[in-house]
């Protein structure tokens, strides 16, 4: 056994952890850290196509099944809310473009991703090389599904959207 996993550093470590939680200065650490782990599961979820997204799952782990919701809510774990409309398709050069407005929160806009023809049926990129993944992206990792799906529902409901690409 690594020592690192070995039972007594385990134990001493939640030991330290309980007592550590006990300040409100450890709290207030605690509280910023879940807050960084937050913003940087979103970005590995807005960068990395696979990465999982089980936010629970990953709290869990970092606080070894501990209870964490006095740091941050279940609440605040929930998806954003955000929505697709006006979404329409746009040739360009060997694929398509669909060009869409969003609203996400308070912030609305128009945003651009990739569609391909894959056996005869138009499909929105996923990838690491979606449009949405940007530099300066419209929605945190986490809404991608829900973008995708709608704009997928959307290029589905076209009575084009079959022959599109052909």
């Known amino acids: ?5 070995s039972t007594p550093r385990r134990a001493a470590c939640a030991i330290a952890l309980r007592n550590l939680a006990t300040t409100r200065k450890s709290l207030e650490t605690i509280q910023n850290g ?6 940087a599961f979103d970005n590995l979820a807005l960068w990395d196509p696979k990465a999982s997204i089980d936010i ?5 782990d970092l606080i070894e099944d501990r209870d964490w ?3 941050i809510s279940r609440a605040d774990l929930r998806v954003p809310e955000v929505s ?5 398709l746009v040739p360009h050069e060997d694929s398509w473009l669909l060009r869409f407005d969003y609203a996400n929160g308070a912030d609305r806009g128009t945003e651009m991703e990739y569609a391909q023809n894959k056996r005869g049926r138009l499909k929105v990129r996923r990838d690491s090389y ?11 990792g ?5 973008v995708y799906d709608a704009l997928q529902s959307a290029l589905d409901a076209r009575p084009s959207a079959a022959g599109a690409g052909s």
């Not at 056994?1 to 996993?5: C, D, F, Q, S, T």
């Not at 697709?84 to 329409?88: G, I, L, R, W």
């Not at 986490?142 to 829900?146: A, F, S």
């Open 142 to 146: 986490r809404q991608l599904n829900k």
């Open 34 to 39: 879940v807050q960084r782990y937050m913003e």
């Open 69 to 71: 919701t006095r740091f």
């Open 56 to 60: 629970e799952k990953g709290l869990d």
């Open 1 to 5: 056994m690594h020592p690192k996993n």
């Open 130 to 140: 979606s449009a949405v993944r940007s530099a300066i992206p419209a929605f945190n």
């Open 84 to 88: 697709v409309s006006k979404v329409a």
